[in-house]
């Protein structure tokens, strides 16, 4: 009996604890963190859309609400692609649907009969599922090369991300991400085959998938280089009658790779990343006649090549040129992004392993090269959510500073609500 004249229960405390430390525990893992903001998101993406269906909208947004509640998020890409999915690349829309690649509506595809045949709603289970995974990839990644406060910070930035909401909704987004964080945190550990063939699939799902060869090539020339033998031990090898001597003389190119420490493997297998971009070219080649479809498609959709600083120049200048509040806020949100975004690639030059920088910068030139010229910055800020570096870098700088960790949920939250309200309205926010 206690002091207080209750009866202990054996037991019961050290059974509270040892619960208590596993939630902790679980909570601190890459799985457990990343649920933990899995979960939140949709809660709140989910509250928001609710939220919107009351709240009287501009006269561009006067769309009505869908149901079931699930199909209020259909619009845009996401009708698009559960179209592409359910009808492949018709012959009436040659001109435009080659610029959405096939991996994300052929997995929408193969899903389709566990949802009764339903491709829009496959595309919502892949890209949550999708999403998921990029949190537990970008988490790893990120605690291997800054340690795991940063990781925490990372999987947080991301999910608090203005333009997080695609990873919600039907888009390739979340797929891309997840598949092109798989092959760079595989490219870190010098898992060569693997890395190459998830960076395959990632060139099969965005036209930027292509540019993790870069990053590849950086850390497999590193590796290597690391492993290159001495002159003089080189030199020693190749006497007369030693084995890697009579490996040259009869030219056996597999086992003189393996003699020399295969350092020759992942420049070999780099090839294997853009071979998802050429694939879909050769289909297009044979499908359309013109394996540059995809690119061409962009002028389909008012898209025109620019200089970076063009593009920057011009979203500043539209600010000002709205015919409305609405509009005018939109800009600027989309200009904040993108220029916000720029200074975070600049830090990853700074404070990142160089192959982070290898994909973020010419990443990053490359969405602001692609213009549209009634609306500068278009669909740039979904754009940016797809610079996946930045997020660990942003992670490291939020493990260190309490206060950019309120900031980014007091702003990225009530931003991310309010974009998906007015997505859920047929709003421009792609």
């Known amino acids: 009996m206690t002091k207080d004249g209750q009866y202990a229960v054996p037991g019961k405390a050290p059974a509270v604890a040892s619960l208590l430390r596993g939630w902790h525990a679980w909570a601190a893992s890459a799985w457990g963190w990343a649920t933990l903001w899995f979960v939140a998101s949709r809660i709140w993406l989910v509250g928001a859309t609710l939220l919107g269906a009351r709240i ?6 006067s769309q009505p609400e869908r149901s079931p509640l699930w199909q209020t998020w259909r619009r845009w890409d996401a009708d698009i692609y559960a179209q592409i999915a359910a009808h492949g ?42 999403w998921w995974v990029a949190l537990v990839e970008l988490y790893r990644l990120t605690e291997a090369d800054f340690g795991r406060q940063a990781a925490r910070g990372a999987v947080m930035a991301l999910s608090v991300f203005p333009t997080a909401l695609f990873g919600f909704v039907a888009y390739p987004e979340a797929l891309f991400l997840a598949l092109a964080c798989a092959a760079l945190r595989q490219m870190r550990r010098h898992h060569w085959l693997r890395a190459a063939a998830l960076g395959m699939l990632a060139a099969l799902t965005r036209q930027a998938g292509i540019l993790l060869v870069l990053p590849f090539l950086w850390e497999g020339i590193g590796a290597a280089k690391s492993r290159q033998p001495s002159d003089a031990s080189h030199a020693a090898t190749l006497r007369p009658g030693s084995r890697l ?13 393996r003699a020399l420490g295969a350092p020759g493997w992942p420049i070999w297998l780099a090839g294997l990343i853009p ?9 297009l080649w044979h499908a359309v006649g013109d394996p540059l479809a995809f690119w061409h498609a962009q002028a389909t959709w008012h898209r025109t090549t620019a200089w970076p600083w063009q593009t920057l120049w011009l979203g500043w200048r539209a600010i000002s040129q709205q015919p409305s509040r609405y509009f005018t806020l939109r800009a600027v949100q989309e200009w904040l992004t993108v220029v916000g975004v720029g200074m975070l690639v ?11 920088a290898a994909f973020a910068v010419p ?62 309205h047929g709003g421009w926010v792609i």
């Open 245 to 257: 001597f009579q490996l040259a003389r009869h030219w056996r190119p597999w086992q003189w790779l």
């Open 275 to 283: 071979l998802g971009t050429v694939s879909y070219a050769l289909w």
């Open 89 to 130: 690349y018709l012959p009436a829309e040659v001109h435009r649907t080659p610029a959405f690649f096939p991996l994300f509506p052929l997995a929408e595809r193969a899903i389709a009969p566990l949802c009764g045949g339903d491709t829009y709603l496959a595309g919502m289970l892949i890209a949550n599922a999708a």
């Open 346 to 356: 600049g830090l990853t030059l700074r404070q990142a392993p160089r192959s982070y």
């Open 363 to 424: 990443l990053y030139l490359l969405f602001l090269m692609q213009i549209d010229p009634v609306w500068p910055l278009l669909s740039q800020g979904r754009f940016m959510l797809e610079v996946l570096p930045v997020f660990a870098v942003l992670g490291a700088a939020a493990a260190r500073h309490r206060w950019l960790r309120v900031a980014l949920v007091a702003v990225g939250v009530p931003m991310q609500m309010g974009l998906i309200i007015v997505f859920a």
């Open 56 to 61: 009287v909208m501009p006269a561009v947004l």
